[in-house]
T-cell receptor, first 112, second 114 residues
Framework: DAKTTQPTSMDCAEGRAANLPCNHSTISGNEYVYWYRQIHSQGPQYIIHGLKNNETNEMASLIITEDRKSSTLILPHATLRDTAVYYCIVSLFQGGSEKLVFGKGTKLTVNP | DGGITQSPKYLFRKEGQNVTLSCEQNLNHDAMYWYRQDPGQGLRLIYYSQIVNDFQKGDIAEGYSVSREKKESFPLTVTSAQKNPTAFYLC?????????????FGPGTRLTVT
């Protein structure tokens, strides 16, 4: 089972910031939070990941709360092409390797 | 261009037939993965391979088989034992030393079994 909880869907106006929340209250101290997105009928695309500190790259920003029990992915200026399902993932260590466990994600719709 | 290719994009088979899905990468990645996605659901891990000639079962390996004879290739066979094979199948790979986060996904193969 996925170790994260996300809203099923969200809407955002084009040009505005999209803030996607994620709860991961059972996260362990050495587990990272990853964000991927999947545009309809394509393979998922890696966006960003973080452990404790806030992170930013050319695609998005990741804000992790101090207790690490939740995080928010921020798309600063959403475009129509950002419409996708966004997955918040806490990796699972199993059998000596780290694996991703995808939940159902949040379907973000960016409206014109 | 470097990347992951999966072929074909759409595949149709009759029930009771085995079918093999292709996954090739020219990224020189060590680890490769197979996922299954059903409508409205997240991805579920079928099999993964950290190195050539080695692979491990994921969460839903029953009815599937894989091989990893070459670094570039990780074919998935959907056998007749898989009770609900119709799904979208995704292959991914990751570079050495990056753990799980930097997985690069192929475009997927949509398998329909009737």
């Amino acid at each position: 089972d996925a170790k994260t909880t996300q809203p099923t869907s969200m809407d955002c106006a084009e040009g505005r910031a999209a803030n996607l929340p994620c709860n991961h209250s059972t996260i362990s101290g050495n587990e990272y939070v990853y964000w991927y997105r999947q545009i309809h009928s394509q393979g998922p695309q890696y966006i960003i990941h973080g452990l404790k500190n806030n992170e930013t790259n050319e695609m998005a920003s990741l804000i992790i709360t101090e207790d690490r029990k939740s995080s928010t992915l921020i798309l600063p200026h959403a475009t129509l092409r950002d419409t996708a399902v966004y997955y918040c993932i806490v990796s699972l260590f199993q059998g000596g390797s780290e694996k991703l466990v995808f939940g159902k994600g949040t379907k973000l719709t960016v409206n014109p | 261009d470097g990347g992951i290719t999966q072929s074909p994009k759409y595949l149709f088979r009759k029930e009771g037939q085995n079918v093999t899905l292709s996954c090739e990468q020219n990224l020189n990645h060590d680890a490769m993965y197979w996922y299954r996605q059903d409508p409205g659901q997240g991805l579920r891990l079928i099999y993964y391979s950290q190195i050539v000639n080695d692979f491990q079962k994921g969460d839903i390996a029953e009815g599937y088989s894989v091989s990893r004879e070459k670094k570039e290739s990780f074919p998935l066979t959907v056998t007749s034992a898989q009770k609900n094979p119709t799904a979208f199948y995704l292959c991914a790979s990751s570079p050495p030393g990056t753990g799980a986060y930097e997985q690069y996904f192929g475009p997927g193969t949509r398998l329909t079994v009737t």
